[in-house]
């Protein structure tokens, strides 16, 4: 089984409609990442938790909201989803004991906003 | 400003050329670490590579190979004898001892024709 989840993998909603991607990881990781990708412009950081009662905004979190439930799941929410949102969606992971600390990746979520 | 340059947007070759790609980056750090992730066509970031600031020492991992040199403030990443599976989108990517918060290049793809 893979080790970061992410669901759904594929979603179409409409402009204006509130949606939650989610992602849950089995590697015990205490800190977990939001990124969304678009061509040309690699990956860029929407929000990240560094344990269940810290969460901080990455560089495009507007119109982005996030919660941690539990050590394994990191949420993300549009509350009214635009065009522009349309992209691909990574959760990963990274272990505050790991010097350098790695990230690890979901399999991402293809989102696209009519 | 940018932290991670990759000059390099698409590199198409044949079966068993070597490719290498080209990866700057700027930091203020003393501390830092390099990382190369691959994107197959299918979708995933897979992790290929960390190199740490204080560790010049190159890296050969089977047809992978990787030159870090400080004073260029390069990561360069080379495939020997490349074949069609290594067809993807590479990236380079930067965290800084501070935060850990990856900065990604905006990824290289490669192309390899039969």
């Known amino acids: 089984d893979a080790d970061v989840t992410q669901t759904p993998r594929n979603r179409i909603t409409k402009t204006g409609k509130r949606i939650m991607l989610e992602c849950s990881q089995t590697k015990g990781h205490d800190r977990m990442y939001w990124y969304r990708q678009d061509p040309g412009l690699g990956l860029r950081l929407i929000y990240y938790?560094?344990?269940?009662?810290?969460?901080n905004k990455g560089e495009i979190s507007d119109g982005y909201s996030v919660s941690r439930q539990a050590q394994a799941k990191f949420s993300l929410s549009l509350e009214s989803a635009i065009p522009n949102q349309t992209a691909l969606y990574f959760c990963?992971?990274?272990?505050?004991?790991?010097?350098?600390?790695?990230?690890?990746f979901g399999p991402g979520t293809r989102l696209l906003v009519l | 400003a940018q932290k991670v340059t990759q000059a390099q947007t698409e590199i198409s070759v044949v079966e068993k050329e070597d490719v290498t790609l080209d990866c700057v980056y700027e930091?203020?750090?003393?501390?830092?670490?390099l990382f190369w992730y691959k994107q197959p066509p299918s979708g995933e970031l897979v992790f290929l590579i960390r190199r740490n600031s204080f560790d010049e020492q190159n890296e050969i991992s089977g047809r992978y190979s990787w030159n870090f040199q400080k004073s260029t403030s390069s990561f360069n990443f080379t495939i020997t004898a490349s074949q069609v599976v290594d067809s993807a989108v590479y990236f380079c990517?930067?965290?800084?001892?501070?935060?850990?918060?990856?900065?990604f290049g905006a990824g290289t793809t490669v192309t390899v024709r039969a």
């Open positions: 938790s560094f344990d269940v009662k810290d969460i």
């Open positions: 930091t203020r750090d003393t501390t830092y670490y």
């Open positions: 990517a930067l965290s800084e001892a501070d935060d850990y918060k990856l900065s």
């Open positions: 990963a992971t990274s272990d505050r004991k790991d010097k350098g600390e790695t990230q690890y």
